[in-house]
Structures are given as structure tokens and as C-alpha cells.
């Protein structure tokens, strides 16, 4: 996956209508790519990662790091 194809795929992620290879292979981008990761993070979709961190039983640990994080800079 390059930077193109991980943007173009962001919105599936938070609307959760990926499947597991997909997430996968996103997760492997969004770990690997500073410049994804930051522009993840910009959104301002905070409550919808949140949302899809908390319902997933196994949420990728990565993003919940960073999402936590998040939610501390808000406090
Ligand atoms: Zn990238």
C-alpha cells in the first residue's frame, strides 16, 4: 500500500467497512509512514476512531496509543 491507497481507504476505516486484510495492510502503512500517520491524526474525525477503537475487541494497538494520546492533549 503507498500513501495514495491509504488515503483513498482512510474513510473505509472509520466507517469500519474494511476487512481484515484490509485493515491489515492499512495498519502496516499507518505504522511504517510518519507522513499517513500525521495526516490520520489531523482529521477531525477523533470520535469516530475513538468510536471504532472501543467497539473492536481487538483493536490495533498502534492506534489506540495514538487516539489516547489524543484524548490527553484534549483533556
Ligand atoms: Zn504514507
Partial sequence: MNCVEFNAIIDSFLDKEMDDKE????????????????ELESFD?????????????NPPLSIKDIVFRKIDNIR
Wanted: positive net charge; charged residues 35%; aromatic residues 10%.
Fill in 23 to 38: 485493515v491489515a495492510e492499512f495498519e502496516l502503512h499507518f505504522t511504517s509512514c510518519e507522513k499517513c500517520r500525521n
Fill in 45 to 57: 474525525k477523533c470520535s469516530r476512531i475513538l468510536r471504532y477503537v472501543l467497539r473492536d475487541v
